[in-house]
């Protein structure tokens, strides 16, 4: 079954990019108002958010986010078969000097990022790395319950060089890598629920009270490793622009928590430059603080 599925998407990402965004625009009705996927989340996390926007402006959000997830979607297909070529035209860096640099003084690089614009596309990144031999790019993830699609995520995520690490697995890969005096750059994407005992912390984040992941920070300090963040914004459809900025070159002397403050902050301002392309249909707030929390 893996294969088939495989062999169908990757011919589907062979069509041009014009096709696809016809097809996208096709899907958007359905999804919208027939599936209506998860409306309802979308909607209170919307309202939650902006407390100060009318319903009208709230709706216009709504649907530029279907819009755009219909695009991510056939964006991410696209990748299977995206060259080289394209992906540096259509996904661009600003700031990779700075990573260069820090990795040039022998410093390993954690990267902050969120579920915002194309996510999947910034795999792409050791790309615009130089010496890529010479170190381990990965990033973390939480495996899909689906096998099928879990595999086919992993083979569109690795297609650049960049190594797929599940999340219980980053300690023991990290401490791997230090013991073999091997450089990294790991991109952590910390901005999903944080469930059972994993490390977190409570802020306001986006108007509401808002349990958030604080292990990226905890492994940040632990392994002395530089910090950046990834601040994407879309350019145009199908065009992409990631800054990287320097959150800290020296995160175990910071007070506890401020690394994963000064990580909500940048992405709450990425997310209210442009809201629609944050992942709203994730149910970000069920989980509620409890009394000894």
Request: hydrophobic residues 35%; contains cysteine; glycine residues 4%.
């Amino acid at each position: 079954m893996y294969c088939i599925i495989s062999k169908i998407c990757f011919l589907f990402s062979l069509l041009p990019f014009r096709v696809l965004y016809i097809l996208s625009d096709i899907l958007y009705f359905p999804m919208y108002y027939c599936i209506r996927y998860r409306r309802k989340i979308v909607r209170k996390n919307l309202l939650n958010s902006f407390p100060e926007k009318d319903l009208k402006t709230i709706i216009r959000i709504e649907k530029k986010f279907y819009s755009f997830l219909c695009d991510y979607i056939v964006e991410t297909i696209k990748l299977m078969s995206l060259s080289e070529k394209s992906i540096r035209k259509r996904m661009t860096f600003e700031g990779m000097e700075e990573i260069i640099k820090q990795m040039g003084n022998n410093k390993s690089c954690i990267i902050y990022m969120g579920h915002y614009c194309t996510w999947e596309w910034i795999t792409s990144i050791p790309l615009h790395l130089s010496v890529i031999n010479r170190f381990f790019f990965g990033q973390v993830y939480q495996p899909l319950q689906n096998k099928l699609f879990d595999k086919l995520f992993l083979k569109i995520r690795g297609r650049f060089n960049s190594q797929n690490i599940p999340r219980k697995n980053i300690l023991r890969s990290i401490v791997n890598l230090k013991q073999k005096n091997r450089q990294f750059v790991i991109g952590f994407i910390s901005d999903q629920t944080p469930q059972g005992h994993s490390d977190h912390r409570w802020i306001d984040f986006l108007n509401q009270d808002t349990c958030v992941f604080s292990g990226t920070e905890h492994i940040a300090r632990k392994t002395k490793s530089v910090v950046f963040y990834l601040d994407v914004m879309k350019i145009k459809r199908g065009y992409y622009k990631c800054k990287c900025v320097l959150l800290s070159s020296s995160p175990h002397i910071l007070p506890e928590y401020k690394l994963t403050d000064m990580y909500f902050q940048h992405l709450e301002k990425t997310i209210q430059r442009n809201p629609p392309y944050w992942l709203w249909s994730h149910n970000r707030w069920k989980r509620p603080r409890t009394v000894n929390q």
